[in-house]
C-alpha cells in the first residue's frame, strides 16, 4: 500500500498497478465505486495507436456486466479514430481535456452520474491522472504505461513522476489484502 501524507497526497494514488487487466473489481466493489473514469493514451492502449484488442473490448464489456458506468477522460484533440474507438468499448468519452484541471473530471462525473467518493479515475500518469482525480475526490489508480513512445512535454513529467514515485512503496496489486 503506498503512504498517504503530507503534501504529497494529492500525488499518491490510492493503489498501484501494473496494467487495467490487474484491477481487482473486488477491491472497486468494497469501496462502493459505480463509475470508472478512464485515461486513454499509454493506460488503455499505446500512445496514439487507437486499435481495439479483443482483450480491452472484453475489459470493458466486463465493467460494463458488472454494472460499472465508464468514461473515457483524454487531452488527446478530438479524432474519427478515438471516437470509433470509444464507440467500439460502448463508452462515454471526452476528448480535449486539460487534466489535471477539474472541470473536466466534474464533466466526468456528470456524464457518468457518480459521485466523487463512488468513482476512480484510472491513469498513466501522476501529474495529470492521479492528481487531477485527487483534487475531486476520487479513487486513483495508477498504472504502468503502455509501451515507450509519449508526447515529448511527457517525457519531463516523468522525471518529476520518479521522484514523487521513489517515496512510495512497491507497487501493489490493487490489493486483495486491503479491503
Ligand atoms: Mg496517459
Redesign the pocket.
Known sequence: MVSQHGPLRLLTPSCRVKSIYDIDFQWLRARNIQGVIS?????LVPWRDYCVARELKDWFGKLHREGFRTVILTNAKPAPTIEKLASELETSLIVGARKPAVRYFRHALELLGTQPRFTCVI???IF??VLGGNLVGCYTILVD?IGNR?FIGTRFMRLLEKIVLSRFDERSSCPPNDP
Open positions: 485515461d486513454l493514451d499509454n493506460t491513469g498513466d500518469q495529470t491522472d504505461r509519449e
